[in-house]
């Protein structure tokens, strides 16, 4: 039998999702700094967990997302997948309007600055990004958008 493309996600699917997503959001980076990330540090398939601050664009506050990250050298790689929904992750617009953001795996905490990888620099990724967490590319197969994946550099 071949595989089946994932089918995108309703409008009204997301709706509905978007709550939970943000009830799960919040209570993983609770959990996750009083455990100094030894609980919720890792997710499906042991992908590793980071919180990420980044300031809001509209607000001007800080808001601390958990999210999936892979190294690379020195860097940092993020997915901007919000499951393969039809737009970008709130958190992806705040790192586009301000790129100084911080980073915290388990207690420590770092400085850094992202940036959109080039289209060569996501295809080199991709195959890392999917052997850590397969269901990338069936996030990629459920929508038309194309994925951004961010480098995030110590400052």
Known sequence: MADKKPRPFTEREERMAAPFVKLMSNLNTWI????????????????????????????????????????????IVLVASKGGMSHHPLWYGNMVANPNVEIQIGAEKTKMTARDASDEEKAALWPKLVKMYPDYDDYQARTERNIPVLILSPR
């Open 32 to 75: 996750y700094r009083i455990s100094g990330g030894k609980i919720w540090g890792t997710w499906l398939y042991g992908a590793p967990v980071a919180l990420v601050t980044a300031i809001g664009r509209k607000s001007g506050k800080p808001r601390t997302v958990p999210l999936l990250y892979l190294w690379e050298g020195e860097n």
